[in-house]
Nanobody, 122 residues
Framework: QVQLVESGGGVVQPGGSSTLSCTASGNIVSIHRMTWYRRTPGSLRVLVAAITSTGGTYYLDSVEGRFTISRDVAKNTALLQMNDLKPEDTAIYYC????????????????WGDGIQVTVSS
């Protein structure tokens, strides 16, 4: 089975920085894309940043220029560096491993972390 473990987060002051880390473990052959989503109470999860196995990236407009996603393909790890944080960035952040190929298992599946809280407040 594949597990995604997120770390980082917590309480950050407006204008501050924080880094989220996600590590996928298990009998992983490959992960096509690693993505960070976030969700606020009463809202659906929103894609924040994504990075493919070849380094292609995508960002939500409101975080472009402030957040940077990076990835270590060999270690199945993705980082989300968040700078100039704003109160509206407060949310639960979820890591997703999209189109994950697992050894001895046909096809591919998506896996999710449990989520980690980021609170931007003075």
């Amino acid at each position: 089975q594949v597990q995604l473990v997120e770390s980082g987060g917590g309480v950050v002051q407006p204008g501050g920085s924080s880094t989220l880390s996600c590590t996928a473990s298990g009998n992983i052959v490959s992960i096509h894309r690693m993505t960070w989503y976030r969700r606020t109470p009463g809202s659906l999860r929103v894609l924040v940043a994504a990075i493919t196995s070849t380094g292609g990236t995508y960002y939500l407009d409101s975080v472009e220029g402030r957040f940077t996603i990076s990835r270590d393909v060999a270690k199945n790890t993705a980082l989300l560096q968040m700078n100039d944080l704003k109160p509206e960035d407060t949310a639960i952040y979820y890591c997703n491993a999209d189109k994950t190929v697992v050894r001895d298992k046909p096809g591919y599946e998506d896996y999710w972390g449990d989520g980690i809280q980021v609170t931007v407040s003075s």
